[in-house]
T-cell receptor, first 113, second 112 residues
Framework: GAVVSQHPSRVICKSGTSVKIECRSL??????MFWYRQFPKQSLMLMAT?????????EQGVEKDKFLINHASLTLSTLTVTSAHPEDSSFYIC?????????FGPGTRLTVL | GEDVEQSLFLSVREGDSSVINCTYT??????LYWYKQEPGAGLQLLTY?????DMKQDQRLTVLLNKKDKHLSLRIADTQTGDSAIYFC????????????FGGGTRLMVKP
């Protein structure tokens, strides 16, 4: 079946550094991918829609200069958290549409010290 | 605007059936989904239903859709302890680029 992978699965970084998270569709092409953030014990919050070959569309309240999204190919979207702070610590999940369903990646747990 | 709501918590005994309910407000929803999230893990797509269907069955899972009332349910037959997780319903619309809107999630606890 369709698989979406994320790398890394866990990352710990120091405050002020930047972290890049990759989202790959392994056996299908995805012109559109979505990035979500999940706070502990809460539902998913859509951050942005990543479109291959064009700029991402950000949801209201999400800083585009802080959360850089690049969708360079039909199988790869990246989310870079720039100048990370402890409040950016969260579970980041990407997804891609495949046929009638939406396939999610396994998520990346970011901890900013 | 779109809104998807679920009850927070459901507790059942092993072997019983579980019914998780979801309501949504957007009548233009195209697909409706059920996802399962186990502790510390990402989301797993369980099943989905197209908006012109009333019911879909997949092994122990039965999805019922009442489009008039904008009500979606997930029934898990013969619930097992391994079914303990958070279940999210979600809806998407073709005219919104298939972006998903999620409910808050229902925590299912299965007691032995």
């Amino acid at each position: 079946g369709a698989v979406v992978s994320q790398h890394p699965s866990r990352v710990i970084c120091k405050s002020g550094t930047s972290v890049k998270i990759e989202c790959r569709s392994l056996d299908f092409q995805a012109t559109t991918m979505f990035w979500y953030r999940q706070f502990p014990k809460q539902s998913l919050m859509l951050m942005a829609t990543s479109n291959e070959g064009s700029k991402a569309t950000y949801e209201q309240g999400v800083e585009k200069d802080k959360f850089l999204i690049n969708h360079a190919s039909l199988t790869l979207s990246t989310l870079t958290v720039t100048s990370a702070h402890p409040e950016d610590s969260s579970f980041y999940i990407c997804s891609a549409r495949m046929g009638g369903g939406v396939v999610f990646g396994p998520g990346t747990r970011l901890t900013v010290l | 605007g779109e809104d998807v709501e679920q009850s927070l918590f459901l507790s059942v005994r092993e072997g019983d059936s579980s019914v998780i309910n979801c309501t949504y407000t957007d009548s233009s929803s195209t697909y409706l989904y059920w996802y399962k999230q186990e502790p510390g893990a990402g989301l797993q797509l369980l099943t989905y239903i197209f908006s012109n269907m009333d019911m879909k069955q997949d092994q122990r899972l039965t999805v019922l859709l009442n489009k008039k009332d904008k009500h979606l349910s997930l029934r898990i037959a013969d619930t097992q302890t391994g079914d303990s997780a958070i279940y999210f319903c979600a809806e998407s619309r073709q005219n919104a680029g298939n972006m998903l809107t999620f409910g808050g999630g229902t925590r299912l606890m299965v007691k032995p």
